[in-house]
């Protein structure tokens, strides 16, 4: 995959995220009317640790085109072990990957899982687009429940498959906004929800890392027994301080992504 191939790829994924989320539509939108240009920070992307449709499958497609593993993370608690990647060129995204340990589950539900990948065709699962084409497999009301009971990951990743499962604004290119509590407190003028798992502010300025995000807006889901509302997708925002040598830290930290997974919970 070259330069212009992964353009493309960034590009589609952006579409999808914004057919499946009017909210990150509008909120792009406020932020572009506001400033020369809106910079994402990175992309985050959910998968299983099956080694059919692992991180390693998923982050095949960045890897060729010259993207490197830049960190990893464990949380413990959700059974989600992650990795992001970045590119030279600092314009483009990072891409952070999470996979659940499917064997945390229950048998039934390891099963499940199971049955859900193998209805993916073989050329599907080496295709550049596995990340974000979608749920392949056929998925119950009741199959997501039983999920949602032990993994509010699995459920979502079950219902909606592999998709971007947000964006992330770049605060510190911003012009409009300074800090995140600016942003957050404009968000909120403008009648947006936020995550305030861990509080509305994740991390700080010693982490080096500052984080906040929408909570995911409900999407209409068909399932194979009834059409149902859950939480989709959301928004999120970063601001990076400067390492000791000066360089900004492009790292995650593993409390914060913690609280932000739950943005996508069903409460
Ligand atoms: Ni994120």
Redesign the pocket.
């Known amino acids: 995959m070259n330069k212009s191939e992964l353009t493309e790829m960034l590009e589609a994924m952006w579409q999808d995220y914004l057919a499946m989320n009017p909210e990150a539509r509008q909120i792009h939108q406020l932020f572009s009317d506001l400033n020369y240009q809106v910079i994402n920070d990175?992309i985050?992307l959910r998968t299983f640790d099956l080694e059919e449709v692992n991180i390693e499958q998923m982050a095949r497609p960045f890897i060729q085109a010259g993207y490197e593993p830049a960190g990893e993370y464990h949380f413990k608690a959700k059974q989600l072990y992650a990795q992001h990647f970045q590119h030279r060129d600092p314009l483009l995204p990072k891409v952070?990957i999470s996979q659940l340990m499917t064997e945390s589950l229950s048998s039934d539900s390891q099963l499940l899982i199971h049955n859900m990948i193998a209805e993916l065709e073989p050329e599907q699962l080496v295709a550049d687009n596995l990340c974000y084409s979608g749920r392949a497999w056929d998925l119950s009301y009741t199959e997501y429940q039983q999920l949602l009971e032990q993994s509010e990951y699995a459920a979502w990743l079950a219902a909606f498959g592999f998709r971007p499962n947000?964006f992330?604004i770049f605060v510190n290119a911003l012009t409009s906004h300074n800090s995140i509590g600016e942003v957050n407190q404009f968000l909120k003028d403008k009648g947006f929800r936020l995550n305030t798992a861990g509080g509305e502010i994740k991390g700080s300025v010693e982490a080096r890392l500052e984080?906040s995000s929408t909570l995911a807006n409900p999407v209409s889901v068909h399932f194979s027994d009834c059409e149902a509302e859950i939480p989709g997708c959301y928004y999120?925002f970063a601001r990076r301080y400067p390492l000791d040598d000066g360089t900004l830290y492009q790292g995650f930290v593993t409390a914060s992504?913690d609280k932000?997974f739950e943005s996508t919970d069903t409460r």
């Open positions: 990175h985050a952070f947000h992330t984080q999120e992504a932000i």
